[in-house]
């Protein structure tokens, strides 16, 4: 099962990719706590996740073919 | 989601204040309009730890800002009595002092036009995916964070 991520604003610095695909990942909290794992300073970090367009909320569980975007803090306008 | 046609609203780079005044030109057909709205957002100087910030880099998650922008569009449609509606949104460069964000709202009467006018701009505000880095004179940036 493969999974896209996209990442951006300071997200994207601190993975330092905007975009990569990530296998073997069932859950949105799995996902997080893999990405703390490699990148500890994403722990102090709000940030929402986004699967197929659409913000979610919880333990969300992910389908093959996915798209997931981790999203900091809007900042528009 | 409706099959209306989705409205390009991002622009790369500034918005002109040429580009505004054609858009305003181009209503003087439309003559049961009495009132306009129109905000505009500005790259301020901010100074932060002694530096100034000179533009803003914006960035969005194109995709999902430009389904945001049909929903509020649609959902300010059906609040508001309005007779049309234009939102345009700076991606890339946009050095201060120039217009960043324009949101133009049109109605019969002022109320309708000036409160869908701010309803828009804090719904874009909130639940657009876009992102501002603060660029300073000496190249360093920091990532924007909107006041509420």
Redesign the interface.
């Known amino acids: 099962m493969k999974i896209k991520i996209?990442a951006?604003?300071?997200i994207a610095?601190i993975v330092g990719k905007s975009e990569w695909t990530i296998e073997n990942i069932q859950q949105t909290d799995d996902l997080k706590k893999h990405l703390e794992n490699l990148y500890p300073r994403l722990k102090s970090m709000k940030y929402a996740i986004?699967v197929n367009?659409v913000i979610t909320s919880g333990n969300f569980e992910l389908t093959d073919g996915a798209i997931l975007?981790l999203?900091?803090?809007?900042?528009?306008? | 989601m409706t099959n209306k046609k989705i409205k390009k609203v991002f622009i790369e780079g500034p918005i002109t204040p040429s580009f505004i005044a054609d858009a305003i030109a181009k209503h003087n057909t439309k003559k049961d309009i009495g009132a306009h709205s129109i905000f505009l957002g500005q790259v301020r100087n901010d100074i932060l730890n002694g530096k100034e910030v000179k533009a803003i880099n914006y960035t969005a998650y194109n995709e999902m800002a430009e389904e945001k922008f049909h929903e509020i569009r649609e959902i300010a449609f059906e609040k508001y009595s309005l007779t049309c509606m234009h939102i345009y949104h700076s991606l890339g460069g946009v050095n201060s002092g120039e217009i960043s964000l324009f949101v133009f709202t049109s109605s019969k009467h002022r109320k309708d036009a000036m409160e869908a006018c701010t309803f828009i701009v804090n719904r874009i505000k909130e639940e657009v995916p876009i992102w501002g880095k603060e660029i300073f004179e000496d190249e360093s940036y920091i990532w924007k964070q909107n006041t509420p």
């Open positions: 996209l951006f604003g300071i610095d986004a367009l975007a999203m900091p803090p809007f900042s528009g306008g």
